[in-house]
């Protein structure tokens, strides 16, 4: 195949990123505002995004310019690298070729900058002073205080109570690339005193986090809010990372069977996935595509696909998504960007129109394939990558019990370096496996909005 003009340039970076949503079969569902339960219009988002974002979020261009400064940061890592994990097919003793293309490289240590990058620079170009933002794990705080450090920007950071206190380190990167950061449920918002009242002892969420963020950036007109996942625009971002797998895979003269990413909003499913699924589409190519998320939070696979809120204390627009309710609180599982309680509309868009797979993944065994990974291939990934890899070895034991030889594509999308505490919680037998907590989510899903 000849490169597109938007796919790679002499630097090897993409020029453009991949918007799937004209190539789509059936538009995605519009997102209502939640008062008047019309579609949002881009003066409602205004106090929150500026202009750039909020046109991303709502366009059918396929490809969409980025700009030379994000290129230019984009510059000291991208393209990313792909291997071929040669050592762990040995160990697998398996027929199939396993690929994966590793994110780790970013300074972040994750996909996450990819599109933080984007957002702080669009922000910066339209004049705001600071951005507010949630954590989970804390690899997409990092990531924007990185990008705001970047562009001059001053940096918030809500980080869930959980993950704060399980991994100060991220909290110290953050706090070393100048941002301030506060464990989420705080007393400085109201939907932070609010959850408190209820559970002084809560050890926070996702969907609790945006709250606080996007109350302080609403309040402040000098700040937005930037959000790492779900939203359209960071699915776009995170493109670049199947447009150079597209090519890197022509390299090494193969094509993916089946593509597999570990989902929390589904960005970096949807990076790696986005362009080949654009590619299926047009009858270019017909890899399966496999969405692994944990266990303790599977929304794709046993939430329901319906309007919900994108936060607990009902802040933001209603998007249709697979959800277990915005009243759900995870379990404390390691994988703390996985820990969200909706799907990113686009992502559950394709579950519906059966253009994906999704199946779930216990803690422990996350973790045993990350090890086992990590003994074959030498890079520990996070454990949110761990789900990745399980459900990349689940397919490579198919193709072994099949005997059919496939190729398989992995996104490694960070790596694990702050998350050693897990590791070693692991190692210890302290990690446990969640049961699906169906009566809380069944509570939840009650609580839905009639839309
Ligand atoms: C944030 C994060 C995730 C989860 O977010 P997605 O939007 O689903 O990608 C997964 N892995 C890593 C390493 C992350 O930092």
């Not at 559950?348 to 999704?358: K, M, R, T, W, Y």
């Amino acid at each position: 195949m000849k490169p597109h003009k938007y796919l790679l340039t002499e630097d090897r970076i993409p020029q453009a990123w991949y918007n799937l949503v004209p190539g789509l079969p059936v538009p995605p569902a519009p997102v209502l505002h939640p008062g008047t339960l019309q579609p949002v219009t881009p003066d409602d988002l205004l106090p929150l995004f500026p202009m750039a974002l909020i046109a991303q979020e709502a366009s059918v261009e396929p490809w969409i310019e980025i700009p030379k400064e994000v290129r230019g940061v984009y510059r000291h890592w991208r393209p990313s690298p792909l291997y071929r994990a040669r050592r762990l097919e040995k160990q697998l003793d398996t027929p199939a070729r396993i690929y994966y293309k590793y994110e780790g490289v970013s300074p972040a240590g994750s996909h996450k900058p990819n599109t933080a990058v984007a957002q702080a620079y669009y922000n910066k170009r339209e004049g705001t002073r600071r951005l507010v933002t949630e954590t989970g794990a804390g690899q997409w705080g990092s990531s924007l205080a990185m990008a705001c450090s970047f562009f001059g920007l001053e940096c918030k950071v809500f980080m869930v109570r959980v993950s704060y206190d399980q991994k100060p380190y991220r909290r110290a990167l953050m706090e070393a690339y100048g941002a301030s950061v506060t464990p989420s449920p705080s007393p400085e918002t109201e939907s932070g005193k609010a959850i408190l009242a209820r559970h002084p002892d809560s050890t926070g969420s996702l969907g609790i986090a945006i709250s606080e963020a996007v109350e302080v950036a609403a309040q402040d007109p000098t700040a937005h809010y930037a959000l790492g996942s779900v939203l359209n625009h960071v699915l776009l971002h995170q493109t670049v990372i199947g447009l150079e797998a597209i090519e890197q895979m022509e390299m090494a003269g193969d094509q993916p069977d089946v593509i597999v990413g570990c989902t929390g909003g589904g960005s970096n499913f949807a990076g790696i996935a986005f362009p080949f699924i654009g590619r299926n589409l047009k009858g270019k190519g017909n890899a399966r595509v496999v969405a692994v998320e944990p266990s303790a939070c599977p929304s794709l696979t046993k939430g329901r696909f319906a309007y919900d809120f994108g936060d607990t204390g009902h802040l933001t627009p209603l998007a249709k998504m697979y959800t277990l309710g915005s009243a759900f609180v995870p379990p404390g599982i390691h994988a703390g960007g996985l820990r969200y309680h909706g799907m990113a509309p686009l992502v559950s868009h394709l579950l519906d129109l059966g253009l994906i797979e999704a199946t779930a993944v216990q803690q422990l065994d996350a973790f045993a394939a990350g090890v086992e990974f990590a003994r074959a291939e030498g890079i520990l990934p996070a454990p949110e990558a761990n789900h990745a890899v399980a459900g990349a070895l689940r397919e490579a034991l198919r193709c072994k019990q099949e005997g059919v030889r496939r190729t398989i594509l992995f996104n490694l999308c960070g790596h694990g370096h702050f998350d050693m505490q897990a590791y070693i919680d692991y190692h210890a037998g302290k990690l446990l496996n969640f049961d699906y907590p169906a009566e809380e989510i069944a509570m939840a899903l009650a609580g839905l909005p009639a839309v």
